[in-house]
C-alpha cells in the first residue's frame, strides 16, 4: 500500500501542471486565468500536503519501512506545506506588479513541485 500514495503526488502532479494549467492558460483571458489559478493553486498542495501526511502515516504503520520512504514522504509534506506557504505573498508580488519577487516566488513553487515528482517517482526505486 505504501506506494500507493506516492503513485498518486507523481500522478496529481503530472495531470495538474501538464493537462489542467496549459489547457486554463490556452482557453482562458488573463484575469479568468489568473482568478481560477488562485482558487486552484492551493487545492493543489493542501492535497499534495495531505497525501504526503497519508504516506508517512502508512509508512509508519508498515511492518518493515525504509529510511529513504521516511524522507520522501516528509520532503513531500514539507516542501508541500512551503509552497502552499508562499501562495499569498506570489500573488501579493503580481498584484503589486513586482515582476521580480514574483518571479522568484513562482520560481521556488516551480523547483520544489519538480523536486516533489522526481522524489516520488524514485520512491519506487528505494
Not at 487545492?43 to 521516511?70: Q, R
Request: charged share 15%; hydrophobic share 55%; net charge positive.
Amino acid at each position: 500500500m505504501h506506494f500507493y500514495f506516492p503513485g498518486m503526488i507523481v500522478g496529481i502532479i503530472l495531470l495538474q501542471t501538464a493537462i489542467v494549467a496549459p489547457t486554463l492558460f490556452k482557453k482562458l483571458e488573463s484575469k479568468e486565468f489568473s482568478n481560477v489559478i488562485r482558487f486552484l493553486w492551493p487545492k493543489f498542495f493542501l492535497f499534495l500536503i495531505v497525501i504526503g501526511i497519508a504516506s508517512l502515516v502508512d509508512l509508519y504503520l508498515h511492518d518493515d519501512p525504509n529510511n529513504i520512504h521516511y524522507a520522501i514522504a516528509g520532503l513531500t509534506t514539507l516542501f508541500a506545506i512551503i509552497c502552499y506557504a508562499i501562495i499569498p505573498a506570489t500573488n501579493r508580488a503580481t498584484d503589486e506588479g513586482n515582476k521580480k519577487r514574483f518571479n522568484l516566488l513562482h520560481k521556488l513553487s516551480v523547483v520544489l513541485t519538480v523536486i516533489i515528482l522526481l522524489l516520488n517517482i524514485g520512491f519506487l526505486f528505494v
